[in-house]
C-alpha cells in the first residue's frame, strides 16, 4: 500500500464560532500546531465532534487544511457515517485530496448487527469509492459506537481486500484486545493503532504503528518525543509522565475538557465552544483542570491567540 502513515495522531478539536458554525481559520491554525509538533491528523474523529458535523462542513474541513498547504499525506479524516452514501462521498473526497487514508467507523446506530452485515457494509463502500489509493484505517470503539469490529472480521476483509484495508484504531480500552490485533495482523503489515497513549508504549513494542489520541491535541511534543524514542532506556519513565497528564483530562468530559485547556493557554475563550448536545466544562471545573494541569508541571507552547 502506498502513502502508509505512522506515529502519533490527533483527533483534532473543531473550534465553532458564535453562531455554531465551524470555524474553519482557527481549526486550520490548530492543525498547522500539530502538524509542526510531528502529529498527524486524524481529525472528524470522535474528539473532532464529528457526528455533529454534516457532511458538507466535513468536506469544508479537509479542503480548508489541505488548501492552507498542510500536507495530506499526514492526513487521515474519519468519514465512517451510519449511511453508505456519505460515508462513500466523504471517502472518495479525501482520497480525491491525497489524504493518507480515511478512518472508518462501522455504521453504529442499529446495534447487534453480525459480521456479516458490517463486512457488506465496507465491501460497499470499497467497491464505490473504487479507488487503489484508497487506504481504511477501521475504527473500533465500542464504549461509543457499541458495534464491534472484531479479528474474524477483520480477517476476512484483509482476505478481501488486501490492498485496501490497512489497519485499525483500537479505542476498545482494553489492552488484551489490542494486543490480539497485534499478534494477528501486525505480522501482515496491518497497521495497529492504540486509541490512548496509555497504551502507546506497550503497541510500539509489540510491533503496532502508533496511537490516535485525543490529548494528542494539547500533549503533542510529549507524545511524539516517546514515539520517537520508544527503544531508549527511559522510555518507561516518559510513558508514566504521559499517563500522568492523560489521568487528569480523565476526571472530566473529555472532549470540554481539551477545549478548556486550549483555550488557556491560547488566552482565547471561544475555543470552549462544544456542539449540543455536549456541554462546555463550568467555571469550577475550568479551574480544577488547569489548577491540576499546572501543579503537574504542564503547559502547551506555540499555539496562536
Not at 1 to 21: H, Q
Not at 190 to 196: C, E, T
Request: aromatic letters at 8%; hydrophobic letters at 40%.
Amino acid at each position: 500500500m502506498s502513502n502508509r502513515i505512522k506515529g502519533v495522531l490527533s483527533p483534532v478539536v473543531t473550534p465553532f464560532a458564535e453562531d455554531s458554525t465551524v470555524d474553519l481559520a482557527r481549526f486550520t491554525t490548530q492543525c498547522k500546531w500539530l502538524q509542526a509538533n510531528q502529529i498527524g491528523l486524524a481529525f472528524l474523529g470522535t474528539n473532532s465532534e464529528a457526528n455533529s458535523i454534516s457532511p458538507d462542513e466535513r468536506i469544508a474541513m479537509i479542503d480548508a487544511v489541505i488548501d492552507a498547504g498542510l500536507d495530506p499525506s499526514g492526513m487521515m479524516p474519519g468519514t465512517g457515517s451510519c449511511d453508505l452514501p456519505t460515508t462513500v462521498r466523504l471517502t472518495r473526497h479525501a482520497v480525491d485530496r491525497g489524504c493518507a487514508g480515511v478512518l472508518m467507523l462501522p455504521p453504529f446506530y442499529y446495534k447487534g448487527v453480525s459480521d456479516e452485515g458490517l463486512y457488506r457494509y465496507f465491501s460497499e463502500v470499497i467497491q464505490q469509492v473504487g479507488d487503489e489509493r484508497l487506504n481504511i484505517y477501521l475504527y473500533h470503539i465500542p464504549p461509543v459506537a457499541q458495534v464491534s469490529i472484531t479479528l474474524p472480521l477483520i480477517e476476512r476483509l484483509l482476505k478481501s481486500y488486501p490492498s485496501v484495508v490497512a489497519g485499525v484504531k483500537d479505542s476498545s480500552g482494553d489492552w488484551n484486545n489490542t494486543q490480539a490485533m497485534l499478534t494477528h495482523f501486525a505480522p501482515e503489515g496491518f497497521d495497529v493503532f492504540a486509541g490512548s497513549e496509555t497504551f502507546l508504549l506497550r503497541t510500539l513494542r509489540g510491533g503496532g504503528a502508533g496511537c490516535i489520541s485525543a490529548t494528542a491535541n494539547v500533549n503533542a511534543p510529549a507524545i511524539h518525543a516517546l514515539y520517537k524514542s520508544w527503544q531508549e532506556p527511559d522510555a518507561d519513565s516518559q510513558q508514566q509522565a504521559l499517563d500522568k497528564i492523560r489521568q487528569i483530562f480523565q476526571q472530566y468530559p473529555m472532549i470540554p475538557a481539551l477545549k478548556s485547556a486550549i483555550a488557556h493557554w491560547s488566552t482565547t475563550s471561544s475555543w470552549t465552544r462544544v456542539r449540543p448536545p455536549l456541554v462546555e466544562l463550568d467555571s469550577q471545573q475550568h479551574q480544577g483542570l488547569i489548577q491540576q494541569l499546572e501543579a503537574a508541571g504542564f503547559s502547551i507552547t506555540g499555539l496562536e491567540t
